[in-house]
């Protein structure tokens, strides 16, 4: 059975800052990894998808990289901003079935 | 934005009634799902679908049934709610043209049983 865990859980940073989210998994034999960003009451909005056969992807100031061997996944930030306080998901979908398995999540606060 | 529409978005209810919660997608994708999110637990699946009639389970589904007739509508059933199913329901769908595997989500249905 898929495990994801993220850590930290809760990360407070001031704005500017560069910062990096962890995820790991148990199963390495995924089809995708997915980072999610989730507003407090809201649904969750993709961030950046990477493929199995992929080792990172970017958007913007957003930088993903895929481990598949050692099961981890990290989500790089660069230059903080409080618009970017939110809870970033992690979750991965398994090869054998098309469903996602997701981590508790990482609560950001980027203070001004 | 991949069009679903979850309904309804709030719904209070007492424990034994049955509740139905809808997802209705746009999209004309394959792939449908159901995730419950309570604090602590993060995201866990409920139910999915592989297309019309093909369901599945996921790691939470007892107390829940769903059923799907139409590609664009997948339904969550309670048959009889529990205290213990208070939480934010969200619908998923995937399939489309667009990224291989990438999942798109609703806006959530809070449920809350009394």
């Known amino acids: 059975k898929q495990e994801v865990t993220q850590i930290p859980a809760a990360l407070s940073v001031p704005e500017g800052e560069n910062l990096v989210l962890n995820c790991s998994f148990t199963d390495s034999a995924i089809y995708n990894l997915q980072w999610f960003r989730q507003d407090p009451g809201k649904g969750l909005t993709s961030l950046l998808l990477i493929q199995s056969s992929q080792r990172e992807q970017t958007s913007g100031r957003l930088n993903a990289s895929l481990d598949k061997s050692s099961g981890r996944s990290t989500l790089y930030i660069a230059a903080s901003q409080p618009g970017d306080s939110a809870t970033y998901l992690c979750?991965?979908?398994?090869?054998?079935?098309?469903?996602?398995?997701f981590g508790s999540g990482t609560r950001l606060q980027v203070q001004p | 934005d991949a069009g679903i529409t979850q309904s309804p978005r709030h719904k209070v209810t007492e424990t034994g009634t049955p509740v139905t919660l809808r997802c209705h997608q746009t999209e004309n994708h394959r792939y449908m799902y159901w995730y419950r999110q309570d604090p602590g637990h993060g995201l866990r699946l409920i139910h999915y679908s592989y297309g019309v009639k093909d369901t599945d389970k996921g790691e939470v589904s007892d107390g829940y049934s769903v059923s799907r007739s139409k590609t664009e509508d997948f339904l969550l059933t309670l048959e009889s709610a529990t205290s213990s199913q208070t939480s934010v329901y969200f619908c998923?769908?995937?399939?489309?043209?667009?990224?291989?595997?990438?999942?798109?989500f609703g806006e959530g249905s809070r449920l809350t049983v009394l």
């Open positions: 979750a991965v979908m398994d090869t054998g079935r098309r469903a996602l398995t």
């Open positions: 998923a769908t995937a399939g489309g043209g667009g990224v291989a595997g990438e999942l798109f």
